[in-house]
Protein backbone atom coordinates (compact mmCIF):
# COMPACT_ATOMS: atom_id res chain seq x y z
CA UNK A 1 0.00 0.00 0.00
CA UNK A 2 1.48 3.09 -0.77
CA UNK A 3 0.85 6.64 0.41
CA UNK A 4 -0.42 9.20 -2.12
CA UNK A 5 1.84 12.31 -1.43
CA UNK A 6 0.87 15.85 -2.20
CA UNK A 7 3.31 18.13 -2.98
CA UNK A 8 3.52 21.90 -3.61
CA UNK A 9 1.31 24.44 -1.41
CA UNK A 10 -1.43 24.17 0.19
CA UNK A 11 -4.74 24.68 -1.22
CA UNK A 12 -6.25 27.87 -0.10
CA UNK A 13 -9.56 27.37 2.20
CA UNK A 14 -12.73 28.49 -0.17
CA UNK A 15 -15.15 30.81 0.37
CA UNK A 16 -18.14 30.11 2.54
CA UNK A 17 -20.15 30.89 -0.18
CA UNK A 18 -20.59 31.14 -4.00
CA UNK A 19 -21.33 34.71 -5.28
CA UNK A 20 -17.66 36.02 -4.81
CA UNK A 21 -17.74 40.14 -5.66
CA UNK A 22 -21.08 40.18 -5.56
CA UNK A 23 -21.27 43.66 -3.23
CA UNK A 24 -20.01 45.43 -6.15
CA UNK A 25 -23.48 45.03 -7.81
CA UNK A 26 -27.18 43.80 -7.07
CA UNK A 27 -26.83 41.37 -3.89
CA UNK A 28 -27.93 37.84 -3.92
CA UNK A 29 -31.29 36.58 -3.29
CA UNK A 30 -31.00 34.19 -0.43
CA UNK A 31 -28.61 36.51 2.20
CA UNK A 32 -29.35 39.30 4.46
CA UNK A 33 -28.91 42.29 3.02
CA UNK A 34 -27.26 45.34 5.02
CA UNK A 35 -26.14 49.24 3.11
CA UNK A 36 -25.77 51.90 5.02
CA UNK A 37 -23.60 54.55 4.56
CA UNK A 38 -22.75 58.25 6.27
CA UNK A 39 -20.84 61.54 5.66
CA UNK A 40 -17.75 61.87 7.23
CA UNK A 41 -16.28 64.78 5.80
CA UNK A 42 -15.55 66.91 3.11
CA UNK A 43 -12.55 67.76 0.67
CA UNK A 44 -10.08 65.54 -0.73
CA UNK A 45 -7.26 65.65 2.28
CA UNK A 46 -10.50 63.64 4.35
CA UNK A 47 -11.05 61.47 1.30
CA UNK A 48 -7.09 60.55 1.10
CA UNK A 49 -7.12 60.31 4.83
CA UNK A 50 -9.94 57.91 4.87
CA UNK A 51 -9.30 55.91 2.06
CA UNK A 52 -5.66 55.53 3.76
CA UNK A 53 -6.72 54.21 6.90
CA UNK A 54 -9.65 52.09 5.04
CA UNK A 55 -6.74 49.92 3.20
CA UNK A 56 -4.94 49.20 6.83
CA UNK A 57 -7.47 47.73 8.25
CA UNK A 58 -8.61 50.72 10.52
CA UNK A 59 -12.11 50.68 10.31
CA UNK A 60 -12.44 47.24 11.98
CA UNK A 61 -9.84 48.22 14.26
CA UNK A 62 -11.44 51.16 15.47
CA UNK A 63 -14.32 49.38 15.86
CA UNK A 64 -12.64 46.99 18.12
CA UNK A 65 -11.81 44.54 16.13
CA UNK A 66 -8.35 42.48 16.26
CA UNK A 67 -7.33 42.19 13.55
CA UNK A 68 -4.63 39.92 12.61
CA UNK A 69 -2.90 40.21 9.05
CA UNK A 70 0.50 40.08 7.35
CA UNK A 71 -0.41 43.95 6.24
CA UNK A 72 -2.66 46.08 4.27
CA UNK A 73 -5.25 45.57 2.75
CA UNK A 74 -4.64 43.96 -1.38
CA UNK A 75 -6.94 41.49 -3.22
CA UNK A 76 -6.31 38.11 -2.25
CA UNK A 77 -5.24 39.25 1.55
CA UNK A 78 -5.92 36.93 4.52
CA UNK A 79 -6.84 38.24 7.52
CA UNK A 80 -8.52 36.72 11.08
CA UNK A 81 -10.59 39.13 12.72
CA UNK A 82 -11.23 38.38 16.67
CA UNK A 83 -14.57 40.05 18.52
CA UNK A 84 -15.03 40.16 22.23
CA UNK A 85 -12.62 39.41 25.25
CA UNK A 86 -10.05 36.79 25.50
CA UNK A 87 -11.66 33.36 25.54
CA UNK A 88 -15.15 34.51 24.96
CA UNK A 89 -14.02 36.50 21.53
CA UNK A 90 -15.37 35.23 18.17
CA UNK A 91 -12.86 34.42 14.94
CA UNK A 92 -13.73 35.34 12.04
CA UNK A 93 -11.23 34.29 9.01
CA UNK A 94 -11.54 36.54 5.89
CA UNK A 95 -10.24 36.98 2.08
CA UNK A 96 -10.26 40.04 0.70
CA UNK A 97 -12.11 39.43 -2.46
CA UNK A 98 -11.68 42.45 -4.24
CA UNK A 99 -9.89 46.15 -4.28
CA UNK A 100 -11.51 49.37 -5.14
CA UNK A 101 -8.60 51.64 -6.31
CA UNK A 102 -10.50 54.84 -8.43
CA UNK A 103 -9.47 58.73 -8.09
CA UNK A 104 -12.97 59.24 -6.25
CA UNK A 105 -13.36 55.79 -4.71
CA UNK A 106 -11.11 53.85 -2.50
CA UNK A 107 -12.33 50.97 -0.66
CA UNK A 108 -12.56 46.77 -0.82
CA UNK A 109 -14.75 43.25 0.24
CA UNK A 110 -13.59 40.51 2.15
CA UNK A 111 -15.30 36.79 2.01
CA UNK A 112 -16.03 34.80 4.64
CA UNK A 113 -13.84 31.35 4.93
CA UNK A 114 -14.22 28.09 6.64
CA UNK A 115 -15.03 29.25 10.61
CA UNK A 116 -16.46 32.37 10.43
CA UNK A 117 -19.93 32.74 11.68
CA UNK A 118 -21.14 33.98 8.90
CA UNK A 119 -21.39 33.13 5.32
CA UNK A 120 -20.91 36.04 2.95
CA UNK A 121 -19.02 39.24 1.85
CA UNK A 122 -18.68 42.47 3.26
CA UNK A 123 -17.44 45.82 1.45
CA UNK A 124 -16.07 48.96 2.81
CA UNK A 125 -16.02 51.96 0.30
CA UNK A 126 -14.96 55.48 0.60
CA UNK A 127 -16.04 57.95 -2.13
CA UNK A 128 -15.52 61.79 -2.69
CA UNK A 129 -18.44 62.78 -4.23
CA UNK A 130 -19.47 65.85 -6.77
CA UNK A 131 -20.73 68.06 -4.29
CA UNK A 132 -17.04 67.25 -2.00
CA UNK A 133 -18.68 64.95 0.39
CA UNK A 134 -16.56 62.31 1.92
CA UNK A 135 -19.08 59.29 2.15
CA UNK A 136 -18.21 56.23 3.49
CA UNK A 137 -20.23 52.99 2.70
CA UNK A 138 -20.56 49.31 3.73
CA UNK A 139 -22.41 47.25 2.29
CA UNK A 140 -23.28 43.50 3.00
CA UNK A 141 -25.04 39.96 2.31
CA UNK A 142 -24.86 37.38 4.68
CA UNK A 143 -26.34 34.19 6.27
CA UNK A 144 -25.93 32.22 9.80
CA UNK A 145 -23.16 29.63 8.82
CA UNK A 146 -22.71 28.25 12.72
CA UNK A 147 -25.64 27.32 15.17
CA UNK A 148 -25.02 30.45 17.76
CA UNK A 149 -25.96 32.62 14.60
CA UNK A 150 -28.59 30.42 13.62
CA UNK A 151 -29.97 29.92 17.08
CA UNK A 152 -29.61 34.10 17.36
CA UNK A 153 -32.01 34.54 14.50
CA UNK A 154 -33.19 38.22 14.09
CA UNK A 155 -30.99 39.38 16.90
CA UNK A 156 -27.99 37.89 14.67
CA UNK A 157 -29.15 41.06 11.74
CA UNK A 158 -29.46 43.25 14.72
CA UNK A 159 -26.11 42.55 15.68
CA UNK A 160 -24.80 42.98 12.31
CA UNK A 161 -26.29 46.27 11.91
CA UNK A 162 -24.88 47.89 14.97
CA UNK A 163 -21.30 46.71 14.14
CA UNK A 164 -22.11 48.52 10.50
CA UNK A 165 -22.67 51.41 12.54
CA UNK A 166 -19.56 50.97 14.45
CA UNK A 167 -17.49 50.77 10.99
CA UNK A 168 -19.42 53.99 9.68
CA UNK A 169 -17.77 56.05 12.99
CA UNK A 170 -14.93 54.58 12.77
CA UNK A 171 -13.19 57.37 10.72
CA UNK A 172 -14.38 59.81 12.18
CA UNK A 173 -11.38 60.57 14.20
CA UNK A 174 -9.24 59.68 11.86
CA UNK A 175 -10.21 61.97 9.05
CA UNK A 176 -11.07 64.58 11.58
CA UNK A 177 -8.80 67.71 10.85
CA UNK A 178 -5.81 67.74 14.18
CA UNK A 179 -5.99 71.21 16.07
CA UNK A 180 -3.23 73.13 15.86
CA UNK A 181 -4.32 76.14 17.93
Known amino acids: MSATRRTGPPAEPRPTYAEVGATAGPLPAG ?3 LRVRRTIGAGTD ?24 AGGVTEGAE ?18 VYVVDEP ?16 GEEAFVVELRADDSVVLSVTAFSRPARWP ?10 GQRLMAER ?9 AVPDVS
Open 104 to 119: RRSGFAYGTLPGHPVS
Open 46 to 69: VFARAAAALLDWQVQRRSGARVLS
Open 167 to 175: YLRSLDRTV
Open 149 to 158: VRVAGPLAGV
Open 79 to 96: ALLRFGPGRLSVSAPVRV
Open 31 to 33: YRH
